[in-house]
Nanobody
Framework: QVQLVESGGGLVQAGGSLRLSCAAS????????MGWFRQAPGKERQFVAAISWNGDNTYYATSVKGRFTISRDNAKNTVYLQMNSLKPEDTAVYYC?????????????????WGQGTQVTVSS
């Protein structure tokens, strides 16, 4: 199993920026794709962004494309989510995952482990 610890959330005004981090430990996390998901109150957890194991390929939900950037540092076993031009609808708890890319993109119910999440609140 891989252990995941998210950090970097907080309260920000609309139009502001935050940078989330997710530190992974346990199984060889650097050989897996990593992704970010978010869950707002009363809503399902939804895909936000993913990055391949070597960082060559990135994927984004339509709602965040052009505003969010995912990156990773395999030497630190850490994935980042730079969030710019934040909107109130980005308010959610953000979670990261380390899995096969196909699982992250198409089968979030199969993701084996999640971190505790980090709260992002965007005020209008």
């Amino acid at each position: 199993q891989v252990q995941l610890v998210e950090s970097g959330g907080g309260l920000v005004q609309a139009g502001g920026s935050l940078r989330l981090s997710c530190a992974a430990s346990g199984r060889t996390s650097s050989s897996y794709a990593m992704g970010w998901f978010r869950q707002a109150p009363g809503k399902e957890r939804q895909f936000v962004a993913a990055i391949s194991w070597n960082g060559d390929n990135t994927y984004y939900a339509t709602s965040v494309k052009g505003r969010f950037t995912i990156s990773r540092d395999n030497a630190k076993n850490t994935v980042y989510l730079q969030m710019n031009s934040l909107k109130p609808e980005d308010t959610a708890v953000y979670y990261c995952a380390a899995e096969r890319l196909a699982t992250i993109l198409n089968s979030k119910s199969s993701i084996g482990s999640w971190g505790q999440g980090t709260q992002v609140t965007v005020s209008s």
